[in-house]
């Protein structure tokens, strides 16, 4: 098992940047595939992004290509979510999640481990 625990997220300006970080328990980070997801009230959790085991293949969701970027560091049993030039689209509270079944997937139900969530809030 593991345990994800989201953090980075605020309120900021339209055009403005934020990091988040999703920090995971455990000494087998490095076997899961981990993916970003977002929900904004009255609306389904969608896909943001995913990225693979050895973080050599990364995905994201058309909403949001070239201005966010997934990364993960093993060592620090981390992921991270870089999101520039946010917009008042992006405002929702951003999930964490993890498998270690998948190469990857969009489909919020593939993923077995969440985290809490970081609220994001993005001012016109």
């Known amino acids: 098992q593991v345990q994800l625990v989201e953090s980075g997220g605020g309120l900021v300006q339209a055009g403005d940047s934020l990091r988040l970080s999703c920090a995971a328990s455990g000494r087998t980070f490095s076997t899961y595939t981990m993916g970003w997801f977002r929900q904004a009230p009255g609306k389904e959790r969608e896909f943001v992004s995913a990225l693979s085991r050895s973080g050599g293949n990364k995905y994201y969701a058309d909403s949001v290509k070239g201005r966010f970027t997934i990364s993960r560091d093993n060592a620090k049993n981390t992921v991270y979510l870089q999101m520039n030039s946010l917009k008042p689209e992006d405002t929702a509270l951003y999930y964490c999640?993890?498998?270690?079944?998948?190469?990857?997937?969009?489909?919020?139900?593939?993923?077995?481990?969440w985290g809490q969530g970081t609220q994001v809030t993005v001012s016109s």
């Open positions: 999640a993890a498998d270690q079944t998948l190469l990857y997937s969009t489909n919020p139900v593939a993923y077995d481990y």
